[in-house]
């Protein structure tokens, strides 16, 4: 399984971006996918998640209204679209996949397969 992120760079504060995910060597259905980050000296935390079979999103409080995660079973791509960022959200962010859904457990909460290598955003005040 590979997951490459793609499409952070330097952005200014008040602007948009949108990060990239290809998954490949996986049912890409049968798993959820998250978005993650990790800001310098902090741990990592979820974002946001997907259900690609069925479109079913999750998107942990802190970001309501500022975030929208697509996915494209075809190209077996996830997206993250970030609006209005703040320069507090410079971070390595990371997509990631799990197969095992727990009852009960948030999608963004559980125990993540596997890992893509991070795409570094940079936000300028």
């Known amino acids: 399984v590979q997951l490459q992120a793609s499409g952070g760079g330097l952005v200014q504060a008040g602007g948009s971006l949108r990060l990239s995910c290809a998954a490949s060597?996986?049912?890409?259905?049968?798993?959820?996918m998250g978005w993650f980050r990790q800001a310098p000296g902090k741990e990592r935390e979820a974002v946001s998640c997907i259900s690609p079979v069925d479109g079913i999103t999750w998107i942990v409080d802190p970001w309501k209204g500022r975030v929208t995660i697509t996915s494209d079973g075809a190209k077996k791509m996830v997206y993250l679209n970030i609006y209005n960022v703040k320069p507090e959200d410079t971070a390595v962010y990371y997509c990631?996949?799990?197969?095992?859904?727990?009852?009960?457990?948030?999608?963004?909460?559980?125990?993540?397969?596997?890992w893509g290598q991070g795409t570094l955003v940079t936000v300028s005040s």
């Open positions: 060597g996986l049912t890409f259905s049968r798993y959820v």
């Open positions: 990631a996949a799990v197969f095992k859904v727990v009852r009960g457990v948030p999608r963004c909460r559980l125990p993540y397969d596997y």
